[in-house]
T-cell receptor, first 117, second 110 residues
Framework: GAVVSQHPSWVICKSGTSVKIECRSLDFQATTMFWYRQFPKQSLMLMAT?????????EQGVEKDKFLINHASLTLSTLTVTSAHPEDSSFYICSASFPRAGYNEQFFGPGTRLTVL | AQRVTQPEKLLSVFKGAPVELKCNYS??????LFWYVQYSRQRLQLLLRHISRESIKGFTADLNKGETSFHLKKPFAQEEDSAMYYCALSGRGGGNKLTFGTGTQLKVEL
């Protein structure tokens, strides 16, 4: 149980285009989802916290107009990278929060590799 | 500000040898500490958390508030332990947000 999927698993796009990444909790409802970014050989950096039905909370330094997050249902959150540029190329990982053993454990998706040409 | 430091990028040990993956943290309040593991070609998954005080796959970790450390230990390394290990911190009342360390690649050699 507690499986999180991401789609697509990888995407290549041209500079200036927008890319949407989906994060789904397959067998549970998640009131909170998180979006992370990971550069090669570096750690996961939290970008934003997404709560169902409300605006996402962005971490300092993350442009909310560039990284649009929508959490329209309890099982789906989307991250749209608008007007992507090569520096946005990265590995994007989502997680969904689910109560387990007395606390809200985060279950991670497999990640999406974005390459902007 | 909260910070997690994992000083070793790579740790190589022989099978059967003890393992200690170091993690130090900086946080002004009472943190929750976690160890996550990522096996080759798999997603990140929780290994253990300090509050549960349990041993998972032979691994244990004790929170030392005096030294602000949460080192991960296993007495006898197994080949299947080879993976990337991340230490993470969640501040109380922080909405379960996680701050990750840079990770340590554990390689268990035969």
């Amino acid at each position: 149980g507690a499986v999180v999927s991401q789609h697509p698993s990888w995407v290549i796009c041209k500079s200036g285009t927008s890319v949407k990444i989906e994060c789904r909790s397959l067998d549970f409802q998640a009131t909170t989802m998180f979006w992370y970014r990971q550069f090669p050989k570096q750690s996961l950096m939290l970008m934003a916290t997404s709560n169902e039905g409300s605006k996402a909370t962005y971490e300092q330094g993350v442009e909310k107009d560039k990284f649009l997050i929508n959490h329209a249902s309890l099982t789906l959150s989307t991250l749209t990278v608008t007007s992507a540029h090569p520096e946005d190329s990265s590995f994007y990982i989502c997680s969904a929060s689910f109560p387990r053993a007395g606390y809200n454990e985060q279950f991670f998706g497999p990640g999406t590799r974005l390459t902007v040409l | 500000a909260q910070r997690v430091t994992q000083p070793e990028k790579l740790l190589s040990v022989f099978k059967g040898a003890p393992v200690e993956l170091k993690c130090n943290y900086s946080y002004s309040g009472s943190p929750e500490l976690f160890w996550y593991v990522q096996y080759s070609r798999q997603r990140l998954q929780l290994l253990l958390r300090h509050i549960s005080r349990e041993s998972i796959k032979g691994f244990t970790a004790d929170l030392n508030k005096g030294e602000t450390s949460f080192h991960l230990k296993k007495p006898f390394a197994q080949e299947e332990d080879s993976a990337m290990y991340y230490c993470a911190l969640s501040g109380r009342g922080g909405g379960n947000k996680l701050t990750f360390g840079t990770g340590t690649q554990l390689k268990v050699e035969l």
